[in-house]
């Protein structure tokens, strides 16, 4: 029976979901239960990782020192693992991440920009970190050019690599093709990542097909915690990989209990596929955008859907949400001339 | 203030032209060469690389210029000092290279992050007299953003300051994304500098779209009180005075939402050999430019008696 590393960013990517608003006792709450179904990696941080509090995307409730502090108290067994934007965060702070006990960094960089990745990937070979690279928005590369581009941050000290469907746009088979690439392309050593989305209604499957490829960490979040339509809900993933064949070695109950509190004290609901999530999915663009969109596209009277196709339209990448003031003008400007 | 005279006054043209050395042959490397070819007061008397087969090296023969494949050695050995070197490679390099020019009387003009000379922003501090031999650009996203951050702090009581600054993917070259650090630390320090707020944050962006995204930077600022009317006049006088020597800049977007202001600014490149969207590299020659044009001027009546200098 083959492995699977199950890698659970509910108290990061689901920031999204809560404008990055998670206090201490919910952090803490659900890494002491992920802890306890033994889920292997519980990452936390802002939404878009270490250093990001922001104007652009949102400030955190809480500091990364706190939430760092917190939830390594909290884990017994599991890992932490923090993640940072290179152009965002800095090797300052990944130093101080290391210096918090976090085991496993990720570093995350465009899909075809990773080079911006070489130096904090040096910086974290140097210190013997646990480093991973996760290719982003990865639908906007062919196979060919994510696999060359996994190769290339191995080359840079990654010790595992893989692709995040930040907008939930892919298909099964994408996946499978994707996936097979990269791990054609980086060696049997290096494991391959795999972070679903699920604006199409399909990051379970695309989950199941990362295994099936020879994806060795997959990513799911409790309810699917996360921006928009969420992410791989994760107490759906793992019994559904354990049916495949791909041993966890996680605890059902104690992962429906984990799922359960989430559910309780983490999101005022769980996240659906509502009709933005789909256009997201449709249109390529990451779901974290949809507060924003929701907010101005309201206030300026133009249709959200739009807005999200015109981002789509003109390659928004994480990170660019100050593009989203541009476009809603623009469309209201045209509105207001026709 | 009299630093808008500062800013619009253009060298004058009868002075003898000053030589100057350009290290690093990347985009940025040759559209400050193109910039040099330009003016009437500065001579290139030097284009140093390190890459033989690099684009930058080729244009700077084509106009005629000397070219090194030595880099900042080729500057050292120079029978006398430049009067300008401007330092366009990466931050690292740049503090060696100011270990080595600092003996020569020499003006350094720094192109990278390195936080490591006297910070310049044209509207800002003037180009007239740096009171040292090595001037700061800060960084592309640093001259975009704090001649607004500056002039919303000179009228408004400020609690934090962030910029968002987007670089076409195709013109970030291998310097600045190993930079990204320095970027993100010197640009900060620059808007504390210049606005006295203690909270600012600086973070860049890399975009792959195709065709390339213009160079923007959005500027976000807590304000307490603040009206639009009166943040729009702020943002759009300054702006007009970096217009006088960056033409492309320009106010995309201008909101208040109660304490929170959003400016969107960008800047299209004025240049021979930059496309269009490469503001970022235009704002900042632009204005080294400006502070190599400013030292010529100054130096015009030594060289007029004949003093040595």
Known sequence: ?????????????????????????????????????????VEVGHGNGLGASSLQVGRAAVSDDLMLSTV????????????????????EDLRKAVAHGADVIRVGVHCTETSLAERHLGFLREQGADAHCVLMMSHMATPAELAEHAAR????????????????????????????????????????????????????????????????????????????????????LVPVLERTGFRTGIDLYALLDAAEFAERELMPAPPTTGSLSIVSGLAGVFSGFKHQVLDLSGRAGVDPRDVFFELGRRQAIAGQEDLIVDVVAELSAKRAAA | MTIAEDVTAAAPATVPPVSVAVIGTGAIGQDLVSKIHRSAVLECALVAGRNPHSGGLEHAARLGYPT???????????????????????????????????????????????????????????????????????????????????????????????????????????????????YVATTGHALTTFTGVADTKAILNISPAVPPATFRTALHAVIPGATAEAVRAVVAEAAERVRAFAPGYEVIACGVDGDRVVVSLEVIADSDVLPRYAGNLDIINSAAILVAEQHAARLAPAAGTGAAR
């Open chain 2, 68 to 182: 090194s494949t030595d880099g900042i050695d080729a500057v050292l050995a120079a029978p006398r000092p430049f009067d300008v070197v401007f330092d366009a490679t990466n931050a690292q390099s740049h503090a060696e290279h100011w270990r080595l020019l600092r003996p020569l009387d020499t003006l350094l003009i720094d192109l990278t992050p390195s936080k490591v000379g006297q910070m310049v922003v044209p509207t800002i501090t003037g180009t007239h007299t740096p009171t040292e031999r090595n001037v700061s650009l800060i960084s592309c996203g640093g001259q975009a953003s704090t001649p607004i951050a500056h002039a919303l702090a000179a009228a408004f009581q400020v609690e934090y300051i962030e910029v968002v600054s987007t670089v076409a993917s195709s013109i970030a070259g291998r310097a600045t994304r190993l930079n990204l650090d320095e």
């Open chain 1, 153 to 236: 941050v191995v080359g840079y000290g990654a010790r595992a690599v893989g692709i995040m469907d930040s907008a939930g746009h892919f298909l099964p088979q994408d996946v499978t093709e994707r996936i097979g690439a990269i791990r054609g392309a980086v060696g049997d050593g290096v494991p391959v990542i795999f972070h679903g989305h699920n604006n199409l209604g399909m990051a379970v499957a695309n989950s199941v097909a990362a295994a099936g490829a020879g994806a060795g960490i997959i990513d799911g979040c409790a309810r699917g915690f996360g921006a928009g339509a969420g992410n791989t809900q994760l107490e759906v």
């Open chain 1, 1 to 41: 029976m083959n492995t699977v590393v199950i890698h659970d960013p509910t108290l990061r990517d689901g920031q999204h979901a809560v404008r990055h608003q998670l206090g201490v006792a919910a952090l803490r709450g659900y890494a002491e239960a992920a802890d306890a179904a033994g889920i292997p990696v």
């Open chain 1, 72 to 91: 390594r108290e909290a884990l017994r067994t599991s890992k932490m693992g923090v993640f940072m934007l290179p152009g965002w965060g800095t090797c």
